[in-house]
């Protein structure tokens, strides 16, 4: 395994490039209005300030994004948040993304990150001396970009692979991805992706597991129909 630091370590590096990329370059997306949508209602939300008169994007992002600015809020001034909601945002992708690569077993799911990493820093380098653009990797780092679907696709694929789990969890995870589909409705796409990878395994749980990901879908839209209608 090696030692667990010097594991680290690369990881380490790449978190305190971000830090120096997002209060440099990429301050301006981090401040964007459209990225500052979530904080602001938070603050209202805590302060006792109505809420009502708020206009709410199609995709109102309540979790999970507004749930871990919130969090942080309890914790952090306003000028932080967006920072570290950033860091928090690209760390969850990571550690699905390294449980993902590590539960097919054929693979080294530490040096995959590695690869990646490294290469998003090799980018950010070579933008920030020559061309000054702004990388794509600014989108993971962004609240109500839909990132999280992401994140909430591959745990979802996860969650359907683990055997012997007990019925409370299950209704608990069915709660956080209903949740998660009237917060963005762009999770279908990983709901539909799911699905297909399910009906190319030959098991029986395909049927059950299809069963289950269409009673996210339905329950969802009619809970965010009804949402829909509430707060617009």
């Known amino acids: 395994m090696g030692n667990p630091f010097l594991r680290l370590l690369p990881f380490l590096a790449f978190f305190l490039?971000?830090?120096?990329?997002?209060?440099?370059d990429a301050y301006q997306n981090l401040h964007h209005a459209d990225n500052l949508y979530l904080p602001l209602l938070i603050?209202?939300?805590?302060?006792?300030?109505?809420?009502?008169?708020?206009?709410y994007p199609p995709s109102p992002y309540f979790f999970p994004d507004a749930?871990?600015?919130?969090?942080?809020?309890?914790?952090?001034?306003?000028?932080?948040?967006?920072?570290?909601?950033?860091?928090?945002n690209i760390s969850i992708i990571l550690f699905v993304f390294y449980?993902?690569?590590?539960?097919?077993?054929?693979?080294?799911?530490?040096?995959?990150?590695?690869?990646?990493?490294?290469?998003?820093?090799?980018?950010?380098?070579?933008?920030?001396?020559?061309s000054k653009k702004i990388e794509p990797i600014v989108y993971l780092l962004l609240n109500g970009h839909h990132t999280s679907v992401i994140y909430l696709s591959i745990f979802l694929f996860l969650f359907l692979n683990k055997k012997n789990l007990n019925f409370l969890f299950k209704?608990?995870?069915?709660?956080?991805?209903?949740?998660?589909?009237?917060?963005?409705?762009?999770?279908?796409?990983?709901?539909?992706?799911?699905?297909?990878?399910?009906w190319g395994k030959r098991n029986?749980?395909?049927?059950?597991?299809?069963f289950f990901l269409i009673l996210i879908l339905i329950f969802g839209e009619i809970l965010y129909q009804g949402l829909s209608g509430t707060i617009n």
Not at 105 to 115: E, F, H, S, V, W
């Open 67 to 88: 749930c871990i600015i919130y969090i942080l809020s309890l914790f952090l001034g306003d000028e932080w948040i967006l920072l570290c909601f950033g860091l928090v």
């Open 43 to 55: 603050k209202d939300l805590k302060n006792g300030v109505s809420i009502h008169s708020w206009y």
């Open 17 to 24: 490039l971000l830090i120096f990329f997002m209060l440099g």
């Open 171 to 198: 209704v608990l995870i069915f709660v956080v991805f209903v949740m998660a589909y009237v917060s963005d409705r762009f999770f279908i796409i990983g709901i539909l992706a799911v699905l297909l990878s399910q």
């Open 99 to 130: 449980h993902f690569y590590h539960s097919k077993g054929k693979c080294n799911a530490y040096k995959i990150l590695l690869i990646f990493i490294t290469g998003q820093t090799l980018s950010l380098l070579i933008a920030n001396l020559f």
């Open 204 to 210: 029986h749980s395909r049927i059950k597991h299809s």
